[in-house]
């Protein structure tokens, strides 16, 4: 009785101990115990598993089988081995699993005449099968499909990431494969985020601020709620509209903005900003835009021509301003043709895609385009009481669950008194313009601690350009601006080969 009670008590504290190691260090509790159990049970279920998901094929392999022959007067069956071919379910070859940190992945070998969708058809039925979360379907190279799986959903909890030390790009939050959400846009310039109310798209927005607020970019936003969202971050942003009366300017200075970058680059034979010499490279702009469909909506013949104002520069923008540096950042609950046809081109402009959660398979259409079936399914399964999870769309025409982390207002009010990181090559603070004068420096000038009112780079102290490019030929009349350092101003004044 004694050695039962001691066997008992062990076997409890082994359980407890188990149970702690999982609870409070499950990466190495997975390496060690968990991962090998799990291997070893894909693969001694593996051929049970491919003929109940349909991934087997017939084939006809030579094999003993029992032929049974005349029945004696005992009433005994005879019985004979005889080697012949048959036909057999066989199972496509399976190498070993391999962990990964919230799973595991192996590579197969298709078998004839399948094809990776065949496995991604599968892909339900096989996560249900083996009791993972998820599990994900990708083709490295013709004849070969790995599959990744998720034991546990990686985005139930969501923790703020640290940022990216890249400039222009934000790691926003984490994806379903457990690697972090990154919107980068020097490769992706342009972004749409389309969904429901309450579905997550300014928390995103918020987040992408929080993200770029330590870096030397221009912050440019348009709030359509009327500034309920942008304005924490006032201090941060260049430019900041609330109204379509407002943005119709915005939009003419960023046209005008573009337009002189233009020019800019012309004369130094480069096709974009980042093939400038880094003393007059500009400093990129990041345009936002919540509740885009305010721009376009119209209420009478009154503001038909606000409204095409609007929309044409806001394309110009998209077409033009990749090379410029200028990148844009649209939200939206739903970005359809019902609005026009510049929300039609202008979605056409942007390539990376975002779509929350949405309440009629037409916007999840709109937003992820033709990507698989089961992604437009995936929008409209996202619950409720899960905000901030979204489907990306990727530049290899694969799509992942991902959701952003939630910014609070500590975190908002910290990213609004960030100021920008001095810029290589110049060594002084890129801070946005007085935003109170609506201005952005065209080709990166830098003011002084104290701001005043002079106090601009020499030849970038002009207001936002004309819509006209400036003259800057030898011949020129205007004459040439003054490098003379304005008082007030504290730290080194640059020169004029500056």
Not at 27 to 51: K, N
Not at 325 to 332: A, K, P, Q, R, S
Not at 446 to 471: E, I, K, Q, V
Request: overall charge positive; hydrophobic content about 40%; proline content about 9%.
């Amino acid at each position: 009785m004694r050695d039962a009670l001691l066997l008992l008590t062990a076997l409890a504290a082994i359980a407890a101990g188990l149970w702690a190691w999982r609870r409070y260090h499950y990466p190495s509790f997975w390496l060690a115990l968990g991962f090998p159990l799990t291997a070893a049970s894909v693969r001694a279920s593996w051929r049970r598993v491919a003929l109940g998901c349909a991934l087997t094929k017939k084939r006809q392999r030579w094999w003993f089988t029992l032929t049974p022959g005349a029945v004696a007067s005992t009433g005994l069956v005879k019985v004979r081995r005889r080697f012949q071919r048959v036909a057999v379910d066989t199972k496509p070859f399976m190498w070993l699993p391999k962990p990964t940190r919230h799973g595991w992945r192996v590579t197969l070998w298709t078998l004839e005449g399948q094809t990776p969708g065949d496995y991604a058809d599968a892909a339900e039925p096989l996560a249900h099968s083996w009791g993972v979360h998820a599990i994900r379907v990708s083709s490295p190279r013709p004849g070969r499909v790995i599959l990744a799986a998720t034991m546990r959903d990686p985005l139930v909890k969501v923790d703020q990431l640290p940022p990216s030390p890249e400039l222009l790009k934000v790691t926003v939050g984490q994806l379903e494969t457990g690697k972090p959400w990154v919107i980068d846009f020097r490769t992706v310039p342009h972004w749409l985020n389309a969904g429901a109310t309450q579905s997550g798209k300014s928390n995103l927005a918020n987040a992408l601020i929080v993200g770029l607020a330590p870096q030397p970019v221009a912050l440019v936003g348009f709030d359509l709620k009327g500034g309920v969202e942008f304005t924490p971050y006032a201090p941060r942003l260049s430019a900041l509209a609330t109204s379509r009366a407002e943005s119709v300017g915005l939009l003419a200075d960023l046209v005008g903005l573009m337009i002189d970058r233009m020019g800019l680059c012309r004369q130094a034979s480069a096709r974009n900003i980042w093939q400038l010499p880094p003393a007059i490279r500009p400093v990129p702009v990041v345009v936002l835009v919540d509740e885009l469909a305010e721009l376009y909506l119209m209420a009478d013949k009154s503001e038909k021509d606000e409204i095409a104002k609007t929309s044409t520069a806001l394309l110009r923008v998209a077409q033009l301003g990749r090379a410029f540096g200028i990148y844009l950042f649209c939200c939206g609950q739903r970005i359809g043709s019902d609005l026009g046809p510049g929300v039609t081109a202008l979605r056409a402009q942007c390539s990376g895609r975002i779509c929350h959660r949405v309440n009629d398979p037409e916007t999840a259409t709109m937003t992820l385009g033709d990507l698989d079936p089961a992604a437009l399914v995936s929008a409209r399964a996202i619950a409720a009481e899960t905000p901030g999870v979204a489907i990306v769309a990727s530049q290899d025409g694969q799509w992942y669950r991902a959701r952003s982390f939630y910014v609070t207002e500590a975190t908002a009010e910290h990213a609004a008194r960030r100021s920008r990181a001095p810029r290589p090559g110049l060594g002084r603070d890129h801070r946005p313009p007085d935003r109170t004068r609506q201005r952005l420096n065209p080709r990166g000038g830098h003011r002084c601690d104290a701001w005043p009112a002079d106090c601009s780079t020499p030849a970038l102290s002009s207001s936002w350009p004309s819509s006209r490019a400036p003259d800057r030929s030898p011949t020129s009349a205007t004459p040439p601006p003054s490098t003379a350092k304005p008082a007030g101003c504290p730290g080194p004044w640059p020169s004029a080969s500056t």
